[in-house]
């Protein structure tokens, strides 16, 4: 449990670096929307300072694997003190199947986002220009997928405890320069240093590829 709470505080300030306590008016609602061939579910926290009438941004925080969209409510206190939709959507079966070989659960898991998004538009006025994502290990993989596969959907993606899968780097780069961020524990006792994990990039490499597609200059080393 004190490491759940450790992944959301990260998971937050990632977001944070990117771009209070609950009242009676903040609202958090179960909702289910079809999407492709399946009925899929999401929690939606809308804090009381958002107006229907005002651009608002929205962070859609994915679960990691075998989980499910509550575990991602952690973040509702900063969204609620931020004023930003949070979308915390249940994968298929506790899991996510972007680029799987089970097509209609690929295709219903990257069209997701997109469906939600013009959902929220018929009830409120969205800010297109401020959609963000992020995730937890598996969920983090799902974050960085969509971020190649629609990088003109977000304005920035942060991932936790992963990087990118083999199958997502054949698709590299994305259509458009994408503001991205990985945290990975060197200390993570089931990745170990520098993200070792089956069919995905070492964390340097990863960041690396990203770094020369955005155009970005030296990294720096802090410790």
Known sequence: MA???????????????????ARAEDRTEQR?????????????????????????????????????????LCCRPWAIRHGWLLVCADGLDHQWHADSPEADKSDSDYALVPSILDALDKEMRVDR???????????GGMTVRYGVHNAALFAAIASVGHTLTTNTA??????????????????????????????????????????????????????
Request: proline share 8%.
């Open 3 to 21: 490491i759940h709470r450790k992944v959301c505080t990260l998971l937050t300030l990632a977001l944070l670096a990117l771009s209070g306590c």
């Open 32 to 72: 289910t929307l079809h999407v492709g061939a399946f009925d899929r579910t999401y929690n939606l926290v809308v804090p009381a300072a958002v107006k229907a009438d005002q651009p608002t941004p929205v962070v859609f925080a994915f679960h990691g694997s075998g989980g499910k969209g509550a575990d991602m």
């Open 129 to 139: 220009s401020r959609v963000y994502a992020c995730g937890f290990s598996a969920g």
């Open 170 to 223: 054949a698709k590299f780069p994305p259509s458009r320069p994408l503001p991205v961020l990985y945290m990975i524990g060197s200390k993570d006792p089931a990745l170990g240093d520098n993200f070792k994990a089956p069919h995905s990039l070492h964390a340097e490499d990863a960041a690396r590829a990203w770094a020369k597609f955005d155009r970005c200059g030296e990294p720096t080393v802090s410790e």
